[in-house]
């Protein structure tokens, strides 16, 4: 499985973007897909997750303005972030993760927040 994240960019603070992940197959079969990030300097960090059965969590940093989202038909998983801060810098990447455990991982998408 191969996932290709897109949809960073830069953004002021207090403005939205949404990124994507895109599968190319077996989406569905995927029990557990999130969004990560990595700041310069820092260790990569989980954002947000959802599981197969639609529950989702979110780190407490991004609480109430990140939400996730999947579309099994499309293959595609979604963040879409507002309120953007700039302690929001990072390098986001998307994860997926089969029943069997086996993890897959996107190329990262870098999204700054400045002004």
């Known amino acids: 499985v191969q996932l290709q994240a897109s949809g960073g960019g830069l953004v002021q603070p207090g403005g939205s973007l949404r990124l994507s992940c895109a599968a190319s197959?077996?989406?569905?079969?995927?029990?557990?897909m999130g969004w990560y990030r990595q700041a310069p300097g820092k260790q990569r960090e989980l954002v947000a997750q959802i599981i197969s059965g639609g529950s989702t969590h979110y780190a407490d940093s991004v609480k109430g303005r990140f939400t996730i989202s999947r579309d099994n038909a499309k293959n595609t998983m979604y963040l879409q972030m507002n309120s953007l801060k700039p302690e929001d810098t990072a390098v986001y990447y998307c994860?997926?993760?089969?029943?069997?455990?086996?993890?897959?991982w996107g190329q990262g998408t870098l999204v700054t927040v400045s002004s």
């Open positions: 197959r077996g989406f569905s079969s995927m029990y557990r």
């Open positions: 994860k997926s993760s089969t029943y069997g455990g086996r993890d897959y």
